[in-house]
C-alpha cells in the first residue's frame, strides 16, 4: 500500500475555475512534504515545500496547506489555465532515515478545458 | 542551461537488447538519484549516489540493471537484456547533500521495448 494517497486520480476543470488536489500521507516520522508539477513527458518541477511546522505556503496561483495532525495537504489551484493541464504529485520525505530518496504519490492528473 | 540533462531522451529497443542512458547532474549537487516511472503512477526510487558511492539500491533494481557514477559527475543507467516491462521513464535527479530533499529533476528518458 502506498504510504502516500493523493485524490482525485483525475480532474477536469473549466479554464478560470479552481481546483483543489488532496494528499494524504501515512509515512513518518515526517520532515518536509513538496508538490510537485509533472508535465506529460517531462521531469517534475518543484511548486511548494512545507516543513511539519507550516501549514500554508503559496506559489503565484498554487497554494498549499498542511495539518501534521491528520496528515493531510491539499494544493488549491486558483484561476486555473491551460498550462495548468499537468500530474500534480505529492512528495513526502521522511526524518532521520538513512534513505535520501523522497515518497512519491500517484499524482492527479488535472486537465483545464478553454 | 545548468539543470539536469539526460540522454538520450527517448530510446526503443527490442527485447533481449542492452540499453544504456546518461544523466549529467547540477555540477555543484554531489548527490544523484535514479527513479523509474511507469503511466499514471508517481516516480519510484531506484538507487542513488553520494559522489562515486553508490549508497542505496531498491530492491526495484534487479541484476539486470546497473548504474554508476565513476567520476563523481556524471551517471549512467544500464539495463541488460530488456524485457517489456522495462519500458517506462527513467528519470534522474540530484542535489546537494545537506538538502538531499531539494531534489531537482532532469526531463527524462523515455524508454519503449518492442
Redesign the interface.
Known sequence: KNQVEQSPQSLIILEGKNCTLQCNYTVSPFSNLRWYKQDTGRGPVSLTIMTFSENTKSNGRYTATLDADTKQSSLHITASQLSDSASYICVVTLRNTGRRALTFGSGTRLQVQP | DTG?SQDPRHKITKRGQNVTFRCDPISEHN?L?W?RQTL??????LT?F?NEAQ??KSRLLSDRFSAERPKGSFSTLEIQRTEQGDSA?Y?C?S?REES?????????T?LTVT
Open positions: 539536469v548527490r538519484y527513479y499514471g503512477q508517481g516516480p519510484e526510487f542513488y553520494q549508497l542505496e521513464m528519470l535527479a542535489s538531499s530533499y531539494e531534489q531537482y529533476f532532469g526531463p527524462g523515455r
